[in-house]
């Protein structure tokens, strides 16, 4: 699959960009006439617009709120694969397993994680400017390189928590230290492996990223290339080693390898996701590094021109190829602006042209910069706000925290044990694809385990039709289990709308709630 990440699905759309165009455009061509130097200043302001309301607008997502679960989980002493199904690596949830001990089942949870993203996202894009500045010294422009990241976080969905921002802020120190070995030094080396092995325990995405280091230290030669190399070997292990001794703990080793691995690679498609304006300018400033390392042997140069030679190839695999899975590129995308911070906005350099083809191609880069972001905005728009989605996992968590439930993602309150292994709308999708994990929630006898935890509160339909029956057609519980369960939830239970959607309810809990 190619996706270019611009298309106009009606007229309106058409319009959008045309006006987009005609008002970047405009902009332009008064700065050059006038000879301003401020001409980024807008664009800048739009686009920080643009993605404070994406992340007042967006609902809460299905990943955001499977990442609070399983931290809250960790945190009440359940061990991921053995008590509850995954397949990610654990280490996000034990870094942020600690919280839950200061946070209680309410709406502050969901702010808190939205400000604690952002937080990350500043890390990241801090580290992103000073290897820029390495690289471009004196020619880094600033406003450029914070033109395209904003230009792509709304893509990159940075303001959703998840692993890959722990791994987007590791792989960038990886970079920057990459930056360093060249010399007589070893430890940049060392903890260039360090970074990359903490990095790559969070979620193995880039995975090409682990041969910048070697190709480094192999260009840059020397009596202690096998020294750097080794050291690196060693600095790799010590980052993976806190994952690794948890697994081995835990006794989880071999399905964290099934999981995270094996089932995974069964799910990759080829994709090639192209961001049309971030993507050029990116390979344009590349282009330039590649002319300065044939021209100097720059091995600042080299290292970016690696990275982004390996992050390329590394994000040509997906296991989703949908629009929402661009957080994917994230990595890719904060190397795309680190290439960009030392050339200039398209068009503004060719001196050759007039103002007014200058401003043209200036204007259509900046238009279809923005397209992206703001379509990406009016669909968030289209889908339940952040605010009501919040409410919704309150008033859930109202009824079910402190118990069990049986509700599919992303509509599922954090703070309240799952009745069963089953608690994703998106797992529920593959059960009958992959049989082993169809046997994951089979095996334990899924209707016994319902039977047995009443749970407090249960999912009455999903996309529209019964939840249990289809559990029944599915076959994931028997008949004998669908007639027991039925006549339980008519007897203990009550219907009630929760939002959009409608719960069975037990009888007790809403007694509770009204004393």
């Not at 669909?379 to 859930?396: A, D, G, Y």
Request: with cysteine; net charge positive; aromatic share 16%.
């Amino acid at each position: 699959m190619i996706n270019v990440f611009f298309y106009f699905i009606d007229l309106y759309n058409l319009f959008l960009f045309l006006l987009l165009f005609a008002g970047s455009s405009a902009w332009v061509y008064y700065c050059i006439t006038r000879g301003r130097k401020d001409l980024l200043v807008p664009p800048l302001v739009f686009s920080v617009a643009l993605i404070l309301m994406w992340w007042r607008i967006a609902p809460i997502g299905h990943d955001e709120l499977e990442h609070l679960h399983c931290s809250w989980m960790v945190y009440s002493g359940l061990t991921p694969f053995k008590d509850f199904w995954q397949h990610h690596a654990p280490l996000f949830w034990i870094v942020c397993a600690p919280a839950f001990k200061f946070l209680k089942p309410s709406g502050f949870v969901f702010e808190l994680a939205r400000v604690f993203s952002a937080f990350l996202a500043v890390i990241a894009v801090y580290v992103g400017w000073k290897i820029a500045r390495r690289v471009w010294q004196g020619e880094a422009r600033f406003s450029m390189y914070m033109l395209i990241v904003f230009a792509s976080s709304s893509m990159a969905e940075f303001l959703r928590l998840r692993p890959d921002l722990f791994m987007i802020i590791f792989l960038l120190l990886c970079v920057y230290l990459c930056l360093g070995i060249p010399g007589k030094r070893v430890s940049p080396s060392f903890f260039a492996g360090v970074s990359f092995g903490i990095a790559a325990s969070f979620i193995f995405k880039q995975y090409l990223i682990f041969l910048l280091a070697p190709l480094v230290i192999m260009k840059a030669g020397g009596r202690l290339r096998f020294a750097k190399l080794s050291v690196y070997f060693l600095g790799f292990c010590l980052g993976v080693f806190p994952l690794a001794l948890y697994l081995v703990r835990t006794g989880t080793v071999g399905d964290f390898i099934y999981w995270v691995y094996d089932f995974n690679r069964m799910r990759l498609v080829f994709a090639a996701m192209i961001p049309v304006a971030v993507g050029c300018i990116g390979v344009w400033g590349a282009c330039v590094l590649l002319r300065r390392y044939r021209e100097s042997g720059d091995h600042k140069a080299f290292v970016i021109l690696a990275a982004f030679c390996l992050s390329t190839a590394s994000s040509l695999k997906h296991t989703f190829v949908e629009y929402e899975c661009a957080y994917s590129l994230a990595f890719w995308l904060l190397l795309c602006a680190i290439a960009a911070a030392g050339i200039p906005l398209p068009g503004i350099g060719l001196k050759n042209l007039s103002p007014r083809w200058r401003s043209i191609i200036a204007g259509s880069f900046l238009s279809i910069l923005f397209f992206v972001n703001v379509t990406s905005l009016e669909r968030e728009e289209k889908n339940l706000s952040f605010t009501h989605t919040k409410e919704i996992m309150v008033e859930l968590s109202k009824y079910a925290a402190g118990d069990s439930c049986l509700t599919l993602l992303p509509y599922h309150p954090v703070f309240c044990r799952d009745a069963t292994r089953l608690y994703s709308y998106w797992q529920f999708s593959l059960i009958t694809r992959f049989p082993k994990l169809r046997s994951d929630v089979t095996d334990r006898d899924m209707g016994g385990q319902i039977l047995a935890a009443r749970p407090a509160v249960v999912q009455f339909s999903h996309t529209g039709r019964n939840f249990l029956l289809e559990l029944f057609q599915k076959r994931l519980i028997t008949g004998n289990d669908f007639k027991r369960i039925m006549t339980l939830l008519q007897k203990d239970y009550t219907l009630k709308w929760i939002g959009t959607n409608r719960y069975y309810v037990r009888k007790d809990k809403l007694e509770d709630r009204r004393q």
